[in-house]
């Protein structure tokens, strides 16, 4: 049973179309892909910051409260000494 030219051509160009547009889609993934990425890696890089200055208010704290505790009477009197 012969099919009819318009058919055939009209499968044919569907079939080019997909296989034209295809490197286009899989490079359109890859950027995706990346975007991703790279907001996820910005996103790492601000928590560790975040993560790093509460580290440093805290030593900062104890640094000061040490400092704060030091009993200033007992100090004076061995310098008096």
Request: glycine residues 4%.
């Amino acid at each position: 049973m012969p099919v009819s030219e318009q058919i055939t051509d009209a499968v044919t160009q569907a079939n080019v179309k997909v296989v034209a547009e295809s490197p286009a889609m899989a490079m359109s993934t890859i950027y995706q892909s990346m975007g991703q990425a790279t907001a996820i890696l910005f996103q790492n890089a601000v928590s560790a910051q975040q993560q790093q200055n509460t580290l440093a208010q805290a030593a900062t704290n104890q640094g000061v409260m040490q400092i704060y505790s030091v009993d200033t009477a007992v100090a004076t009197e061995k310098i008096g000494q």
